[in-house]
């Protein structure tokens, strides 16, 4: 490759990730406006001109994004999902330590106000979804104990953590990390 297609090259992935730096902004942008607007109005009262004005942006870009406010929705409750998985798969619940609990209270309290709004609208399966699956990838092998004590495990957890969410998220997350590792303790026997 010559000096002249190298330069050429390189302004050319500098377009492309400026492009999407402003589609990952155009999107953020978007998410926000739609969580804004639901915390003064009914999901289904939300209209897409609201969503682009409040947004900054234009039905365009709004269109180059998104197909609905469900997708925007689903959109937001994936990107919060990813994190709420990453979070889980530092540790390992069953081993029941204090730092599994306090990295997952500690990122949901990083959303708590969107986890709010998706919880109010009933559109938490995405999030509930995601936690079975990381349940069920921890098992080495399938059994039909392994089978459902994923969806024991992932229900258990979305079960508080949608309670502390819906209460607002009262307790600190290392409160939450105590109460819940006392839990498991008491369930063990210890």
């Given at each position: 490759m010559s000096a002249k297609e190298v330069t050429e090259f390189q302004r050319l992935e500098g377009l492309r990730l400026s492009n999407e730096e402003s589609n990952r902004i155009t999107r953020s942008s978007i998410e926000a406006?739609?969580?804004?607007?639901?915390?003064?109005?009914?999901?289904?009262?939300?209209?897409?001109?609201?969503?682009?004005?409040?947004a900054g942006v234009s039905r365009t870009a709004y269109y180059r994004n998104y197909n609905s406010k469900e997708d925007?929705?689903?959109?937001?409750?994936?990107?919060?999902?990813d994190k709420i998985v990453a979070a889980m798969n530092l540790h390992h619940p069953i081993r029941n330590s204090y730092e599994y609990w306090l990295?997952?209270?500690?990122?949901?309290?990083?959303?708590?106000?969107c986890l709010q709004i998706i919880l109010k609208v009933n559109m938490a399966d995405t999030i509930l979804n995601d936690m079975q699956a990381v349940q069920l990838n921890r098992s080495n092998e399938e059994t039909l104990l392994t089978h459902y004590a994923a969806y024991f495990w992932s229900g258990a957890?979305?079960?508080v953590a949608a309670n502390w969410i819906r209460g607002g998220g009262r307790q600190s997350?290392?409160?939450?990390?105590?109460?819940?590792?006392?839990?498991?303790?008491?369930?063990?026997?210890?």
């Open positions: 406006a739609l969580v804004l607007l639901m915390n003064d109005q009914a999901f289904e009262d939300i209209t897409i001109t609201a969503i682009v004005k409040r925007i929705l689903q959109s937001t409750m994936k990107e919060i999902a990295a997952l209270f500690q990122t949901l309290e990083q959303h708590l106000e957890i979305y079960s997350a290392a409160e939450m990390a105590t109460i819940c590792y006392r839990i498991i303790e008491a369930v063990n026997g210890n």
